[in-house]
Nanobody, 123 residues
Framework: QVQLVESGGGLVQAGGSQRLSCAAS????????MGWFRQAPGKEREFVAA????????EYADSVKGRFGISRDNAKNAVYLRMNSLKPEDTGVYYC????????????????WGQGTQVTVSS
């Protein structure tokens, strides 16, 4: 079992920046990669970014490429999402998740999920 706790959400103006954090505990040795997803009201959960636990490999959704940056700190069992140039369409609940294998962009690949943190971008 892996437990995940996100933090760092809140209200921000369009064009602003925000940093999300996710702390993992439990059987973290089983983690192969970690990802961030988001879900806006009335919409499906969508992939945002993912990072390998053991290499520098990252992947981003086209909608956030160049604006968001994912990073990790294995010593702290943490993953971060730095969000710049935020837009109203970035609004949603952001979830951290971990996986042992699978395709990074597919939410079905992920085994454990955090409770989510709300990000609201005002125009």
């Amino acid at each position: 079992q892996v437990q995940l706790v996100e933090s760092g959400g809140g209200l921000v103006q369009a064009g602003g920046s925000q940093r999300l954090s996710c702390a993992a505990s439990g059987r973290t040795s089983d983690i192969s990669f970690m990802g961030w997803f988001r879900q806006a009201p009335g919409k499906e959960r969508e992939f945002v970014a993912a990072i390998s636990r053991n290499t520098d490999t990252t992947e981003y959704a086209d909608s956030v490429k160049g604006r968001f940056g994912i990073s990790r700190d294995n010593a702290k069992n943490a993953v971060y999402l730095r969000m710049n140039s935020l837009k109203p369409e970035d609004t949603g609940v952001y979830y951290c998740a971990t996986a042992r294998s699978g395709t990074w962009r597919y939410w079905t690949s992920y085994d454990y999920w955090g409770q989510g943190t709300q990000v609201t971008v005002s125009s």
